[in-house]
């Protein structure tokens, strides 16, 4: 072979390409739990309350606890702390106790769905969607421009 870095460039093009693209899937995958809300919703932080569990042939999802505005009552406090399974919970390995960041209507704060969570653990690290796109379209157009200049 005369020349190597010819084939090297193009797995390392085609190997960022789909990384890529594994990203662009993955914002796109927490931009439709966005679509679950309805609304662009208010961007609050909380923590998981309580983690899946099963009790013989029921599975309860988990719950995540966080600060809102009450719903219809004047005379309430300013925020009211909730509890509640996010609409989105089968996308996140939610575990008792990590912090997590989410979104509720502000119609009702009752519905809520999970941005990312905050977890230090690199195991189990979720980035926002954001993230992810901006990973993805980075990745996407390296990958694409080694395989370009490859050739140049």
């Not at 084939?7 to 966005?34: D, E, Y």
């Not at 106790?97 to 989410?102: A, F, N, R």
């Not at 979720?126 to 050739?151: D, E, K, N, P, T």
Request: charged share 20%; hydrophobic share 40%; with cysteine.
């Amino acid at each position: 072979m005369d020349q190597p870095w010819l084939t090297i460039t193009l797995i390392m093009a085609a190997a960022m390409t789909a990384f890529g693209i594994w990203n662009l899937r993955i914002a796109q995958r927490q931009r439709r739990a966005l679509a679950r809300l309805g609304v662009r919703g208010i961007r609050t932080r909380g923590e998981v309350a309580r983690g899946p569990r099963r009790e013989g042939p029921t599975l309860h999802p988990p719950q995540v606890r966080y600060k809102a505005p009450p719903v219809d009552l004047p005379n309430a406090p300013a925020d009211q702390t909730y509890r509640r399974t996010p609409l989105n919970h089968e996308q996140h390995p939610l575990h008792a106790g990590v912090p997590v960041v989410l979104r509720y209507d502000p119609r009702d704060p009752r519905r809520v769905v999970v941005v990312h969570q905050k977890d230090g653990r690199p195991a189990n690290v979720s980035y926002s969607a954001g993230a992810h796109l901006a990973w993805g379209v980075s990745c996407v157009l390296l990958g694409l421009g080694m395989g370009a200049g490859a050739f140049w």
